[in-house]
């Protein structure tokens, strides 16, 4: 992957592009895991997946952003988690949207109510921030999937 930061001194947001051409197959098994009582095993595999067919619908529109903060924890959204952002989707109320505000990214919850616009936090520690016509605002792309570790 190819990577570059934002030019803006006051951000810290690293943009990741995905490469273009040749993409990985993983192996992928035809059981499904049981996350409640344990199932038996099976050793048969269906083929090979590739996750870009599956995480990217748009690969020229489509780029990776890591996250630096918690506002969007009650989101699955947790600090360092890799997101997977689409430019060409339109976003629409309740998309999980990065925005710039004054210069600054963002990652928020689209809430459109009548004629205002929120990006809306998703942590009670953070305040919805109301999109006014004073500030210099835009929607970069629609997050479509967050990838995070769980163990490091």
């Known amino acids: 992957m190819s990577k570059y930061s934002i030019n803006n001194p006051n951000s810290n947001v690293e943009i990741i592009l995905p490469k ?3 993409s990985q ?3 992928l098994f035809s059981v499904s895991v049981s996350a409640g009582f344990p199932s038996p095993a099976d050793d048969h595999m269906s083929g090979k997946l590739d996750l870009n067919e599956h995480l990217i619908q748009h690969p020229t529109a489509t780029f990776f952003v ?3 903060g918690e506002s969007m924890i009650d989101a699955s ?3 360092g988690d890799l997101l997977i952002v689409d430019k060409a989707l339109d976003a629409k109320d309740g998309d999980v949207v990065l925005a710039v ?8 919850r689209l809430a459109i109510k009548l004629d205002t616009t929120y990006l809306m936090p998703e942590n009670k520690e953070f305040t919805p921030i109301e999109v006014t016509p004073e500030m210099e605002a835009s929607i970069w792309g629609v997050v479509t999937n967050v990838i995070h570790r769980l163990r490091k």
């Not at 505000?101 to 928020?108: A, R, S």
Request: net charge positive.
């Open 77 to 79: 959204i947790h600090d």
């Open 20 to 22: 273009q051409g040749k």
């Open 25 to 27: 197959a993983m192996p």
């Open 101 to 108: 505000l004054n210069g600054e990214f963002t990652v928020k």
């Open 66 to 68: 890591r996250v630096n």
